[in-house]
């Protein structure tokens, strides 16, 4: 027996209050006048017999209930032995479904073990869990052994990568919510690779058992192609033609020759054999990846020569599509800016976009929607039809880049974004002539592929307040240059500075390009196209939670992976299998996503067993130490509820007994 | 229109026994129903046949020049009787369980009983206060003034030392020559014997003697919240008792105390009246009243 929370016990020194109250008022009584004593006479002994009685019962159930009360916030246990709660306790067997279980037998393996724990846990009640990259239970607590054995039938190969500290962490949440002994059989591979980064946290609970059922115990050799590197996105029948590059790896692998080959569409359009040394890695690069338009499957391939074929092959997507129309709307004379921008983009994004430059005046007759992204160079005035349309084209999904310079800086609030004008800053009047870009957004890829906007130097830029817009690129004075702000469906950047050489020297900065290619692939959202993904990946759908436009996703087996409630409202959705996904976007857009399990799955390395022996002495440490002795076979069992019924029983005696006695007193005044 | 039974703790609240004695009194009067054996004391009696030594004062002449034959006019009240009060000024009378102590409540009744006599029935009025020993006495007398001295008599009248009948009483005898009402206001912390074996001889001596028997209500049931150290206010000696005495015998004793009392009272052929100090006063005007109705 013993206490949890045992400084608790501390309280103990309050029941002398009661004691000390209940003889202060025995000792305070003071003398009462009357008349005449006449027709009194003297009951001293025989009534302060009787009061002590009284008084003594009351006092002993009050310090009674108060130190009940203190035992109870003390948490008593008592060690049980675990065979005596046979019935109580839950084994719980959890099968690794993750991707690594795909080679050889090893789920099937799996399966039988845990029928084989199952038919051996007696009368203890079961539940049967998968991991793959989550715990998801497949039973509740049950006894019926039809059902668990089913369930364990059932466990189909996943394509997620575990890891075991959100196991623990899983079991963790689990044993908060089940107060018996846990008896938890782990069937898994045992991979390397699942192991958390800190060990800690695979801790488990203390009324946790840990049995782990390995079903290989060595590395098995792999071959796997570890990677894909391919754009997602070609442009026009005449564009350059692209590379893919693709990196063969070996895990515990002799050096051997692999033969790869690229399959577009189901059909091999190059081979090469590549030397892959011994536990080491290859690249292979395929010079012409010729796709013809629309969205294409790809994949590179090596021929299976190990036990684990379902990590040769790695998807990516390819569309093939025109150039896009990219409109660039500029004050009447501003010559300047667009000779900048569309000697850069046509530079740089292999003739991905054509871009149309056009003075404000011309601009009321056009179709925004028409274009990929519009760019708004240092406009004064917008007039309002133009205004309007412009928010209705970012409202739906469009995407517009906004340069403020000079002539924008007469303005007081900067259109379509929305963002007040502070105030206009000259740097031409600060001691060094500019200013230069004090912090930067790494994560950006637009200013990270700019290397960060180094040495170009901003003589002008608008102090406006953000708001709700993200903040890019700040300079030195934390003015806010570059930010970005998601309006509806679609996204508006603001540069707050302009393009035209004039405000600042950027145009001729080598920044310039990437920066402008990264942004033109932003805001026409190339970069989201095609491409591959990894297997427990979230894909982006919507950007606005109001909009009421379906998005629909076909998985890899060709059935729709939303609900018709999930494709009007989800923000994103997980790719749980590997493979291709087809989806239309909110905003109407089509895409075609390649989908590969995580390449930390092929490394078919197994756990040391001194680490597994760690894992799992920790527990029962954790064990010894609650219990005291013989350990495992003991649990402790609080006992809590029933002091708490002492308590209220004690209280209600002590209810009754001084109402007895306040009752008296009424009667007699 | 004054309020007929007027609280003694709302009593207690007014200044001045003057005033305290008029508004009981005007109070009650008020409230009284006319009756033949109550009223004032120029009210037509009878005729009576006029024999020799008789007053030619109270001769009706009209009726003699109307008939040639003598009669006296009589009134009712136009006998004095001289109203003493015998005033226990001893320590116990200082005990009070709310607002009003058995002394004030002793000086209310004595001052409404005085209004009454001088100004209600025209009667002589004194005054003796006493413990152990008599304190202090005014004669009974109609003068102007005299309600004046009673009521400074009751001021000054301090609770002190102890009762204490047999002492005094000896005194009594020489200071009640007259005959009249003589009522006695105290707590009678004595044995009944002991009081009526003392008071019999003003009884005895012609007087209508009424005791007014003054008590706390907590004189009668004391409450305890448990064993208590109880201290005689007149001996200060001490005894601790318990609530169940006090709730269970201690009643029965001051019961057959009382009744002891009364009916030793009556047998004497003196009046009694138990006022509990939570009570108006009327009871005892109206056994006042009865008494000077009975004497007419």
Redesign the interface.
Known sequence: MGLFAPWFLAALAGLSLPVYLHLLKRQT????????????????Q???R??SLRYFILLSLRLAMLLLLIVAFANPFINRDAATFSSNRLVLLVIDNSFSMRAGTRLADAKEAAMTVLSGKGAARGQVAVFGSQLQLMTQAIEDQAALRAAVQSVQPGDGHGNFGELARAIRSLADSVHTPIELHFFSDMQRSSLAGNFSDMALPANVKLVTHAVVTKAQPNWTVESVDAPGQVWGKDAKPVHARAVIAGFGTPAATRNASLVVNGKTTAAKTVAVPANGRATVDFAALEVPYGFNRCEVKIDSADAFPADDVRRFAVQRSDPQKALLIHNYGDSRSPLYIGAALSAAAQSAFLLESINVNEAADRQPSNYAFIILSDLNTIPPLLENSLTGYVRSGGSLFIAAGTSAGARLQIPIFGARIAETRDYSRVPDRFMAVGSSDSSYAAVAKAEGWTGVKFFYALAVDPGDARVIVRLSDQTPLLLEKRIGEGRVVLLTSGLDNLTNDFPLNPAFVPFIEQTARYLAGSQRQGGARVVDAYLELRNAREQGQGVEISGPDGKRALTLSQAATAQSFQLTEAGYYQVRLADGRQNLVGVNPDSKESNLDVIPDEVMALWQGRNAQATQEASGAAVSEKTRQSLWWYVMLLVFAAALAESVLASRYLG??RE?? | MLQRFLKPSVLAAISGLELVARTVVDGFVAGLHRSPDFGFSQDFAEYQAYTPGDDLRHVDWNVYARSERMYLKRYRGETNSPLTILLDASNSMQFGSHGVNKMDYARFLSASLFYLALHGQRDAAGLITFDDEIRNYIRPSTRQGQLHRLLAGLEQAEARARTDFSKPARYFQEFLKRRGIVLIVSDFWESPQSVIHTLEPLRLNGNEVVLFHVLDPEDVRPSLNGPSILVDMETQEQIETTPDFAKKEYRDRVDAHLTDLRDRTKAAGMGYCLLMTDRPLDDALREYLTLRGGRN
């Open positions: 009584s003071k003398p009462k006048q009357v008349s005449s004593l006449m027709l009194y006479e003297s009951r001293t025989a009534s302060t009787h009061r008296t007193q007699e005044s």
